[in-house]
T-cell receptor, first 112, second 111 residues
Framework: AQSVTQLGSHVSVSEGALVLLRCNYS??????LFWYVQYPNQGLQLLLK??????LVKGINGFEAEFKKSETSFHLTKPSAHMSDAAEYFC??????????FGAGTRLAVHP | DVKVTQSSRYLVKRTGEKVFLECVQD?????MFWYRQDPGLGLRLIYF???????EKGDIPEGYSVSREKKERFSLILESASTNQTSMYLC??????????FGSGTRLTVV
């Protein structure tokens, strides 16, 4: 069965610092992996996804993630945090059919 | 871009009322989903549908039902609203396993 673990429910960084949000997955099939962002009182917005091909995936707002099969990881990074990046971030893996399995989320705080 | 529209952003209902949450998508997606989101619990799947008139229970279906009479519309029904159903409700649609598009959410308060 598929599952997702996001390490750290809260992450705090300074503006301009590296953002690293960790995601590990378990999947019995070749995984499709996703990162979503949620701003306050809004729905979830797709940041990026990995299906097949290049393991380094670039998304919106300067984020990227690297699929590492040997480590079963799909960590999200951004070189330089902006105040506007403060939000909740969700990692997800496809169940191999039609559903996504979500992690519990990581709330990112960015301070001046 | 695919758009998923939830009819209400904020809703206040009384205990015992029958509540309808509506969701419409405009890109002919096969799959539609209803989640609830609560602090510390992440997203929990209530029901999903992979075709018209088809529905499958998710992880927490108790107290809810759904209706999908047309491909573009997926309704969540709270048969008799209770205070423990106060939550953020998120609708999503997808084409196969290529990721979801979410609506903006409905924040429901049951008093």
């Amino acid at each position: 069965a598929q599952s997702v673990t996001q390490l750290g429910s809260h992450v705090s960084v300074s503006e301009g610092a590296l953002v690293l949000l960790r995601c590990n997955y378990s999947s019995s099939v070749p995984p499709y992996l996703f990162w979503y962002v949620q701003y306050p009182n809004q729905g979830l917005q797709l940041l990026l996804k990995y299906t097949t091909g290049a393991t380094l995936v670039k998304g919106i707002n300067g984020f990227e993630a690297e699929f590492k099969k040997s480590e079963t990881s799909f960590h999200l990074t951004k070189p330089s945090a902006h105040m506007s990046d403060a939000a909740e971030y969700f990692c997800a893996v496809s169940d191999g059919y039609n559903k996504l399995i979500f992690g519990a989320g990581t709330r990112l705080a960015v301070h001046p | 871009d695919v758009k998923v529209t939830q009819s209400s952003r904020y809703l206040v209902k009384r205990t015992g009322e029958k509540v309808f949450l509506e969701c419409v998508q405009d890109m002919d997606h096969e799959n539609m989903f209803w989640y609830r989101q609560d602090p510390g619990l992440g997203l929990r799947l209530i029901y999903f549908s992979y075709d018209v008139k088809m529905k499958e229970k998710g992880d927490i279906p108790e107290g809810y039902s759904v209706s999908r009479e047309k491909k573009e519309r997926f309704s969540l029904i709270l048969e008799s609203a209770s205070t423990n159903q106060t939550s953020m409700y998120l609708c999503a649609s997808s084409l196969q396993a290529y990721g979801y598009t979410f609506g903006s959410g409905t924040r429901l308060t049951v008093v």
